[in-house]
């Protein structure tokens, strides 16, 4: 059964920092994402790592300040995130693909898999 668990949200000042982390379970994956979604607002891309090379791609609004990895064994993926905005306020999603070929890792259709989701509040 596949699982992708977050946490690590939760309230932080502007300013601040916060570390998600994103444990899977249940399956290989070969793209990793986080999107997040504010109150009523479509949910968005904000970054997202190929396990092969580690490529790395981040929405314009996080560039920067946010940094995506992943650990040796592949399992936990982690969203760090620093110089937090009141804006980036919202529910965070772990995404995962399996998709061989090339995917657009922007796209939340690419993801098979999604998280419940962790909140994160950034108060001014």
């Known amino acids: 059964q596949v699982q992708l668990v977050e946490s690590g949200g939760g309230l932080v000042q502007a300013g601040g920092s916060l570390r998600l982390s994103c444990a899977a379970s249940?399956?290989?994956?070969?793209?990793y994402g986080w999107f997040r979604q504010a109150p009523g607002k479509a949910r968005e891309f904000v970054a997202a790592?190929?396990?092969?090379?580690?490529?790395?791609t981040y929405a314009d609004s996080v560039k920067g300040r946010f940094t995506i990895s992943r650990d040796n064994a592949k399992t936990t993926m982690y969203l760090q995130m620093n110089s937090l905005k009141p804006e980036d306020t919202a529910v965070y999603y772990c995404?995962?693909?399996?998709?061989?070929?090339?995917?657009?890792?922007?796209?939340?259709?690419?993801?098979?898999?999604w998280g419940q989701g962790t909140q994160v509040t950034v108060s001014s």
């Open positions: 995404a995962a693909d399996r998709s061989v070929g090339y995917t657009d890792p922007r796209a939340q259709e690419t993801y098979e898999y």
């Open positions: 249940g399956r290989t994956f070969t793209t």
């Open positions: 790592i190929r396990w092969s090379g580690d490529r790395t």
